[in-house]
């Protein structure tokens, strides 16, 4: 819950302060008794998420970073960042609407009639496929997927692994090399693709750690239309790196108020639990997992505020993105660790969020890059040049 009095290092701004104040009254309502079910055994539907995501509408919580003129919140991304953490810290998240792959703000008319107003009114469910089985931390160097134009029409052939939110998707969105001398330098495009297009084969089904699943994908001369195309030819790799140091902010973000929610019931069962005559509050080792969790909660929580603050101001913050994703997800190993250890049985019982979001943050120190590649081929790379 949010906790006004909670010790913080870095004091957010009053508004961005409110709407975490509102997010905590949204998830206390809506999100709460979805989590219980959750743990329950109960599967929830996008139908159960409506009733959350029209209240964060009508508090003027929909489409966090759109533009006004879209029917955005258009806030700051330290505001939003400050909601995603807020939400995060329940089992069943509030949701805000309006997510747009940004290259869709930027493509041609004929994509954005197709897909664009879909995605605003949140009835829009997009796979995005760039990791092939070659690799997917280094994609400029590892896509081997190739559009070439044909008969007025591009035709891809390639293959995709790892792809999530495949069996549920509306549209995918492809990374193709379509100039093998330039790739990441212009040479890399992405396209719009239909489920149904008869050249794209969904392939094998992959269940992974955390309850979810991922597909393996397979173009055999699957044609698209010319203007299906999303930023123009050779922008595919800048707009899926702008996608990916945005998801890298919300990942990072994310697992922060995991974190704080493992705290919290951290901290809460060792005032509770008697063990050897006494509270768990008032043995050592116990304390030095509490002070530890907290200061590096804190420090990292001071690093993406400053991060978003720069942002907010004008700067690139690509190398920021990628420290704040790979501190905020090994941050949430470490303190799920512990809360586990400190609840002892209850911590590993299923019917309880400790243990669901154990399984469910591993995966997250892969996706976006894993840890090793975002500290020594991201921030090295930046910091030796």
Not at 171 to 186: C, L, S
Request: aromatic share 6%; proline share 4%.
């Amino acid at each position: 819950m949010y906790d006004e009095a909670r010790p913080l290092l870095f004091q957010l701004p009053d508004e961005a302060r409110e709407i975490q104040r509102t997010v905590a009254a949204l998830s206390a309502r809506h999100q709460d008794p979805l989590e219980a079910r959750m743990l329950a055994g109960e599967t929830l539907t996008r139908a159960d998420y409506r009733p959350g995501r029209e209240a964060a509408k009508a508090a003027g919580l929909w489409g966090l970073g759109l533009p006004a003129e879209l029917g955005g919140a258009d806030l700051p991304l330290l505001h939003r960042l400050a909601a995603t953490e807020q939400a995060m810290r329940c089992v069943a998240p509030l949701e805000f609407g309006g997510a747009v792959f940004p290259a869709l703000l930027t493509s041609n008319a004929a994509v954005k009639a197709k897909y664009l107003t879909r995605a605003l009114n949140d009835d829009l469910v997009v796979a995005f496929a760039q990791t092939e089985a070659g690799g997917g931390a280094d994609p400029g160097a590892a896509i081997r997927t190739r559009a070439v134009m044909r008969g007025g029409r591009w035709v891809i052939n390639g293959s995709k692994t790892f792809i999530s939110r495949v069996a549920a998707a509306d549209v995918i969105f492809v990374v193709a090399v379509t100039d093998d001398a330039k790739r990441q330098r212009g040479g890399i495009s992405l396209f719009a693709v239909d489920p149904d297009n008869p050249g794209l084969r969904i392939g094998r089904r992959i269940p992974v750690l955390g309850g979810r699943e991922v597909h393996e994908l397979y173009f055999d001369d699957c044609a698209v239309d010319a203007d299906m195309m999303l930023g123009g030819e050779g922008a595919g790799f800048r707009n899926a790196q702008i996608a990916l140091s945005a998801a890298r902010f919300s990942v990072g973000v994310r697992s922060l108020g995991i974190a704080q929610r493992a705290y919290e019931m951290m901290v809460a069962h060792a005032k509770t639990r008697e063990s050897f005559g006494g509270p768990l509050a008032e043995k050592q080792a116990v304390q030095a997992m509490i002070v530890d969790s907290w200061i590096e909660i804190e420090q990292v929580r001071l690093l993406a505020w400053q991060a978003a603050e720069k942002a907010d101001h004008g700067h690139d913050v690509r190398m920021e993105a990628g420290m704040i994703k790979m501190l905020g997800t090994e941050l949430s190993a470490r303190v799920l660790d512990r809360a586990i250890q400190i609840h002892g049985a209850a911590g590993v019982a299923l019917d309880g969020p400790l243990a669901y979001f154990y399984a469910e943050q591993r995966p997250s120190r892969i996706y976006e890059g894993p840890s090793e590649v975002h500290k020594h081929h991201v921030m090295a790379r930046r910091l030796l040049a």
